[in-house]
Nanobody
Framework: QVQLVESGGGSVQAGGSLRLSCKASGYTSSGTCMGWFRQAPGKEREGVAAIYTGGTNTYYADSVEGRFTISHDNAKNTVDLQMDSLKPEDTAMYYC???????????????????WGQGTQVTVSS
């Protein structure tokens, strides 16, 4: 059973930084696509960033390109999201997600993701 546990959310002023971490367990594959998604109140969930843990491919939403960086540490089974130059519009619940072992998809289409964490709140004040 794959489990994803997020940590690192919190409150910060605009222009500040936060680092989110996702700890994965139960995977049998040596490489899969994992991503971060977010959902603000009253809005649909959107993909933020994704990474293929068996290589170096990364994917970003236009709204965070150049400000957010996704990375993985296979020794620790973690995927981190470094968020810099945060804006009030980045305020949302952030979710870690992963595709199934037999799915070779890479990208930010949430329908391709099978496993989801419980989420961690990020609040950016102006």
């Amino acid at each position: 059973q794959v489990q994803l546990v997020e940590s690192g959310g919190g409150s910060v002023q605009a222009g500040g930084s936060l680092r989110l971490s996702c700890k994965a367990s139960g995977y049998t594959s040596s490489g899969t696509c994992m991503g971060w998604f977010r959902q603000a109140p009253g809005k649909e969930r959107e993909g933020v960033a994704a990474i293929y843990t068996g290589g170096t491919n990364t994917y970003y939403a236009d709204s965070v390109e150049g400000r957010f960086t996704i990375s993985h540490d296979n020794a620790k089974n973690t995927v981190d999201l470094q968020m810099d130059s945060l804006k009030p519009e980045d305020t949302a619940m952030y979710y870690c997600a992963a595709v199934a072992d037999d799915n070779y998809y890479e990208g930010l289409h949430e329908d391709e993701y099978t496993y989801w964490g419980q989420g961690t709140q990020v609040t950016v004040s102006s």
